[in-house]
């Protein structure tokens, strides 16, 4: 972080120490005064402020309250839209002292279990989607981005460089919650989790106040925010690595869908035999009749693999082959920037109503594909609009994140350097009224008949429901030591997190 930089947010953070409205309050209660009632204590806290703050039944709340996910129905008690670091602060001490909880939020992608079974009725949304400032630092291979960054704003700053960074597969999904969950990049298998090129990170905890934590400074909890997840603080800014990849060879495969288990399983052979350049997503993807897609993908169907390979053209030629020779329909790939590899996986351009949901696999035989075909082929009975599997492996292995971080000189892995498993699956259709049910079912029916191949942990960003942490960290030490971390910087439990990891 550059001094200026530096100074800037310790005067925001220092400004936001000021008695807050809450504060006040108790003050006047310890005196005898009348206390201040809650929407009183708003009132205050809005008028403290550099952005803004909406309660239920104002004119602002509906649309600062919206999830990415627009079947999400988040209803906290109050919104914050921060304007500043300092507004997170101010936010922070204001719902401690009230016994309110903060929920930290850029865009809401995987909103769902955030609102599961309390709808955010005792907290305030701290959305941070304005917040959107990116520096990119050329020399040293660093970015630092603001919370509500997302990965569309750093492919623009950073591709003028000849840069790249270990961006989502969307240009609108946020950098923070991303890489705090791990971050499963196009060109991971070559360098592992976007957590793991982490090398500072700025939040403030549940104290109110603000931390700048590494491997040097307070690194248990640098330790935790790498892969454990939202529940440790409201980040504020994240410092990471980025990479001199001026084109890959990238693009996908489009075959008719009464192809699925014949291409599937090639492609699934095919994985097992592909160097760590290549990363790579077998996929169904059953496209909507809508007028703005071309006639050519409008309502129909396919079977398809994309696939991302940072080598030659000549070399990616090579690789390809196998997949060529089975006569594509159309195929897509070609040398590419970086940068186009945002519209590679063809996800919806702007907030949408979407059920979806994945499992890790600890393996992908023969088996597991016919399952994976009979619940979303093209004799299944399904209301899914894709249903993939991607390929780990690689640099995303936890022995091969140890051996990244040594050769690069990188920071210790965090919480989850690595995924135990091989391969991801996720399913996703749109939720709306007439469809939710339908779609509900056909996620089960997809995820039952994998179960089999299941491996012993799941992938933070890609659960869409309430589960255990367990599940996540699965070693009883690693999530102990997370859940002392949690205990240690936040007792009362006011930062709340789409996965807590002490359920």
Same mark, same amino acid.
């Given at each position: ?92 001490? +204001? ?47 660093? $970015? ?31 950098? *923070? ?17 976007? +957590? ?10 549940? /104290? ?46 489009? =075959? ?21 350049? *290549? ?7 059953? #496209? ?7 006639? #050519? ?27 060529? $020779? !089975? ?19 063809? /996800? ?47 640099? =995303?292995?936890?022995? +091969? ?41 056909? !996620? ?15 992938? !933070? ?43």
């Amino acid at each position: 972080m550059n001094p200026l930089a530096s100074e800037t947010v310790a005067a925001e953070t220092a400004a936001a120490t000021e008695p807050t409205a809450p504060a006040a309050a108790a003050a006047s209660a310890d005196s005898g005064a009348p206390s201040m009632s809650l929407r009183e204590s708003f009132a205050i806290l809005a008028e403290r402020l550099d952005g803004r703050l909406s309660l239920p039944g104002e004119p602002g709340y509906d649309a600062d309250r919206l999830a990415w996910n627009l079947a999400v129905d988040q209803r906290p008690a109050a919104v914050v839209v921060a304007a500043s670091i300092a507004d997170v602060a101010r936010t922070v001490r +204001a719902a401690r002292e009230l016994g309110l909880a903060v929920a930290p939020q850029a865009t809401g992608h995987n909103a769902a279990p955030l609102v599961e079974g309390h709808g955010l009725a005792d907290a305030i949304l701290l959305r941070t989607h304005e917040l959107r400032g990116v520096e990119v630092r050329p020399t040293q291979r660093i $970015a630092r981005v603001e919370p509500g960054v997302v990965w569309g704003d750093v492919v623009a700053a950073t591709a003028p460089h000849g840069l790249a960074a270990l961006a989502g597969s969307s240009h609108d999904v946020g950098v *923070v919650g991303y890489t705090l969950g791990g971050g499963v990049s196009f060109l991971g298998r070559a360098h592992g989790l976007a +957590a793991n090129h982490v090398v500072a990170v700025e939040l403030v905890t549940a /104290d109110g106040e603000f931390r700048r934590v590494d491997a040097q400074h307070d690194p248990e909890l640098f330790w935790a925010v790498r892969g454990g997840g939202g529940d440790f603080g409201v980040v504020t800014a994240l410092e990471f690595g980025l990479f001199e990849i001026e084109q890959v060879v990238a693009g996908a495969m489009f =075959f008719p869908i009464e192809r699925t288990e014949e291409v599937l399983q090639a492609w699934a052979e095919w994985t097992r035999s592909v160097p760590d350049t *290549v990363t790579s997503v077998g996929r169904v993807l059953r #496209f909507p009749p809508m007028p703005e897609l071309p006639p #050519f993908l409008s309502g129909q169907s396919f079977v398809l693999v994309e696939a991302v390979i940072q080598d030659s053209a000549e070399r990616a030629d090579a690789l390809l082959a196998p997949l060529r $020779a !089975l006569g594509p329909a159309m195929d897509t790939v070609h040398a590419q920037a970086p940068a186009e590899l945002l519209q590679l996986h063809m /996800d919806p351009p702007g907030p949408t109503p979407g059920h979806g949901d994945g499992m890790m696999l600890a393996d992908l035989p023969a088996d597991a594909i016919r399952a994976f075909v009979a619940a979303v082929g093209p004799d299944a009975d399904t209301a899914l609009l894709s249903a993939e599997i991607r390929h780990l492996g690689g640099a =995303f292995a936890p022995s +091969a994140a140890l051996e990244v971080a040594a050769d690069r000189g990188l920071p210790i892995p965090g919480a989850v350097g690595g995924l135990e498993a091989e391969y991801l699956v996720y399913g996703v259709g749109i939720a709306v009224p007439e469809t939710l049910e339908s779609v509900v079912a056909s !996620l089960g029916r997809l995820l039952s008949r994998i179960e089999p191949w299941r491996a012993p942990v799941e992938y !933070l960003n890609f659960v869409e429901r309430r589960t255990t942490g367990s599940r996540f960290f699965g070693d009883e030490g690693r999530l102990a030591r997370l859940r002392a971390i949690k205990h240690a910087v936040d007792p009362t439990g006011v930062i709340r997190s789409n996965h807590p990891v002490g359920r």
